[in-house]
């Protein structure tokens, strides 16, 4: 069974992955003001914000029309 997600969909949850981002980034940041930082809970959210990312490229690769060249 395949389900078929609208453009307007597929901005949406782009959009979402982008502010969690966002959010992770900041807050990897204060963590690593403070001191002494838990290190492996740095490790965890850097780890969350790289599939973040990755989740990002693709959503935005369906995005993109396909060119014929």
């Known amino acids: ?5 609208g453009t307007n ?8 992955l982008r502010i969690e981002h ?5 807050h990897i940041q ?8 838990n290190q492996l809970q ?7 914000k790289l599939a973040l990312k990755d989740q990002i490229t693709k959503l935005e690769s369906q ?3 396909d060119i014929i060249a």
Do not use: A, G, H, N
């Not at 069974?1 to 997600?5: G, L, P, S, W, Y």
């Not at 966002?22 to 900041?26: E, P, T, V």
């Not at 963590?31 to 930082?37: A, D, G, I, K, R």
């Not at 740095?42 to 969350?48: A, D, F, G, S």
């Open 42 to 48: 740095i490790q965890r959210l850097k780890k969350r």
């Open 1 to 5: 069974m395949t389900i078929i997600i």
């Open 30 to 37: 204060r963590l690593t003001e403070t001191s002494p930082f």
């Open 9 to 16: 969909e597929l901005r949406v949850k782009l959009e979402e």
């Open 63 to 65: 995005l993109l029309p």
């Open 22 to 26: 966002r959010d992770l980034d900041d």
